[in-house]
């Protein structure tokens, strides 16, 4: 019977000589691999979660490929699992295939641990490259333009506007700015009958978490292990945010359905066009972001890689390509939007239709309104998906801490400023 979390005992494995060569990072001179009792190829993979999916991914990648026995370990405490896996990795062990998200990625790649996944996809000839997101494949690539991590999905944070209110304000989405969406909020919210707010339901400290992670690249450069949330352009972020919840714009209390005017949310799958958009409004419009430079920001799902040293890169390799598959990326357990431009349109044509022919109902019942229009800008919202920075989580969470004394009144904007760039500039260079 199939382990779903493995254990390798030593007495009942074969091993052999392998000649794999493919990828970047030193080899050893006589790498060697394992065989289970049936004489298959063992490629092991580390994740952090047990979810359906990798076991169904599991069964359909061997059943392709009879030849090699995956094997699945998890690791569900996620501190374990980043101390275990970076200490296996570093010291050139541990898994062929592991789950990179959280783990220190500049550092395996300046050790030239990893395998080039760019490469591999170029001098693939199964793969149809024409097909792939590449979009989103590019914006994750590391700083030397090469792509280490692969994912096998993808989410997509969204802002999304009451259509209803919206309609007569004029809005450049494409170029405003907090200040500017602070004044249309107050204009539009104080216009009718009752009074409504941009936003609710989220306290200042988030709303800070939140436009950092947006913007991270402009506050921190992990390269150069620097800090810059000193700067008059951070101080006044905080400075803005107080002033709209000073201003009733913003509240963190929670607001019913129709009695806010906005909302920022991830996006999941294609379905979430329909159900996301319409979870507060009824003629939901999806908005660029204020200050949002470039496309729509990315969230990738959980992120995979290969050990430069490992004595199956070509059987773990073909997992990879198994997953950019059409079926690897049709797989119904499969978190996040496809990989596969194919696979995401046939999935909004097939919602289209059922919202044209009155089939397609949104999880409060309600039968939603979309124009072709709208579908139009539903594909173009995912191919032209281009921002992605790898915020760190650890600062993230001093900007929350720290900033909360500033919007509480206990500190000024420029000695909250001062405290998060020394403690954020302390982390980076430990």
């Given at each position: 019977?199939?382990?779903?979390?493995?254990?390798?005992?030593?007495?009942?494995?074969?091993?052999?000589?392998?000649?794999c060569s493919s990828g970047g990072g030193e080899e050893?001179?006589?790498?060697?691999?394992?065989?289970?009792?049936?004489?298959?190829?063992?490629?092991?993979?580390?994740?952090?979660?047990?979810?359906?999916?990798?076991?169904?991914?599991?069964?359909?990648?061997?059943?392709?490929?009879?030849?090699?026995?995956?094997?699945?370990?998890?690791?569900?405490?996620?501190?374990?699992?980043?101390?275990?896996?970076?200490?296996?990795?570093?010291?050139?062990?541990?898994?062929?295939?592991?789950?990179?998200?959280?783990?220190?990625?500049?550092?395996?790649?300046?050790?030239?641990?990893?395998?080039?996944?760019?490469?591999?996809?170029?001098?693939?000839?199964?793969?149809?490259?024409?097909?792939?997101?590449?979009?989103?494949?590019?914006?994750?690539?590391?700083?030397?333009?090469?792509?280490?991590?692969?994912?096998?999905?993808?989410?997509?944070?969204?802002?999304?506007?009451?259509?209803?209110?919206?309609?007569?304000?004029?809005?450049?989405?494409?170029?405003?700015?907090?200040?500017?969406?602070?004044?249309?909020?107050?204009?539009?919210?104080?216009?009718?009958?009752?009074?409504?707010?941009?936003?609710?339901?989220?306290?200042?400290?988030?709303?800070?978490?939140?436009?950092?992670?947006?913007?991270?690249?402009?506050?921190?450069?992990?390269?150069?292990?620097?800090?810059?949330?000193?700067?008059?352009?951070?101080?006044?972020?905080?400075?803005?945010?107080?002033?709209?919840?000073?201003?009733?714009?913003?509240?963190?209390?929670?607001?019913?359905?129709?009695?806010?005017?906005?909302?920022?949310?991830?996006?999941?799958?294609?379905?979430?066009?329909?159900?996301?958009?319409?979870?507060?409004?009824?003629?939901?419009?999806?908005?660029?972001?204020?200050?949002?430079?470039?496309?729509?920001?990315?969230?990738?799902?959980?992120?995979?890689?290969?050990?430069?040293?490992?004595?199956?890169?070509?059987?773990?390799?073909?997992?990879?390509?198994?997953?950019?598959?059409?079926?690897?990326?049709?797989?119904?357990?499969?978190?996040?939007?496809?990989?596969?431009?194919?696979?995401?349109?046939?999935?909004?044509?097939?919602?289209?239709?059922?919202?044209?022919?009155?089939?397609?109902?949104?999880?409060?019942?309600?039968?939603?309104?979309?124009?072709?229009?709208?579908?139009?800008?539903?594909?173009?919202?995912?191919?032209?998906?281009?921002?992605?920075?790898?915020?760190?989580?650890?600062?993230?969470?001093?900007?929350?801490e720290e900033s909360m004394a500033f919007f509480s009144?206990?500190?000024?904007?420029?000695?909250?400023?001062?405290?998060?760039?020394?403690?954020?500039?302390?982390?980076?260079?430990?």
């Amino acid at each position: 019977m199939k382990k779903w979390q493995y254990t390798i005992a030593s007495g009942i494995l074969i091993t052999f000589v392998t000649a794999c060569s493919s990828g970047g990072g030193e080899e050893s001179k006589s790498p060697v691999h394992s065989v289970n009792q049936e004489g298959k190829t063992i490629v092991t993979m580390s994740v952090q979660q047990p979810i359906p999916f990798y076991q169904t991914a599991e069964k359909k990648f061997e059943e392709k490929n009879p030849d090699i026995d995956l094997q699945i370990k998890v690791t569900e405490d996620y501190e374990q699992y980043q101390k275990t896996t970076s200490t296996e990795i570093l010291s050139g062990k541990g898994p062929d295939i592991f789950e990179i998200s959280g783990l220190p990625i500049k550092d395996y790649v300046n050790k030239n641990l990893l395998l080039n996944m760019g490469e591999l996809m170029e001098q693939d000839k199964t793969l149809n490259k024409s097909d792939l997101q590449m979009n989103i494949l590019d914006a994750l690539k590391s700083d030397d333009g090469i792509l280490y991590a692969m994912p096998f999905g993808f989410n997509l944070r969204a802002f999304v506007g009451d259509g209803n209110i919206l309609k007569n304000a004029k809005i450049d989405d494409q170029n405003w700015s907090w200040k500017q969406f602070e004044e249309i909020s107050k204009q539009l919210g104080e216009s009718g009958a009752e009074r409504r707010y941009a936003m609710a339901g989220e306290a200042p400290d988030f709303r800070m978490q939140e436009m950092i992670v947006d913007r991270y690249t402009e506050f921190v450069d992990p390269a150069a292990k620097k800090a810059m949330f000193d700067s008059p352009v951070f101080v006044g972020a905080m400075q803005q945010i107080k002033d709209m919840y000073d201003h009733k714009v913003m509240t963190s209390e929670p607001a019913d359905i129709g009695k806010q005017m906005f909302y920022s949310t991830v996006l999941r799958s294609p379905a979430d066009f329909i159900d996301g958009l319409h979870a507060f409004f009824s003629n939901p419009k999806l908005l660029q972001k204020p200050e949002q430079k470039g496309g729509t920001r990315i969230v990738p799902a959980s992120q995979f890689s290969i050990q430069a040293k490992s004595p199956v890169k070509e059987e773990a390799w073909k997992f990879i390509v198994f997953m950019l598959s059409e079926e690897g990326q049709s797989l119904q357990e499969r978190p996040g939007f496809s990989l596969l431009k194919s696979v995401n349109e046939k999935q909004l044509n097939d919602i289209q239709q059922q919202v044209k022919s009155g089939t397609y109902k949104t999880p409060d019942g309600k039968l939603p309104k979309m124009s072709d229009n709208e579908i139009a800008k539903f594909k173009e919202f995912i191919n032209t998906a281009d921002s992605y920075a790898e915020a760190d989580g650890k600062v993230i969470s001093i900007v929350g801490e720290e900033s909360m004394a500033f919007f509480s009144g206990q500190k000024t904007a420029d000695n909250v400023a001062k405290l998060i760039q020394n403690r954020v500039t302390t982390y980076l260079n430990e």
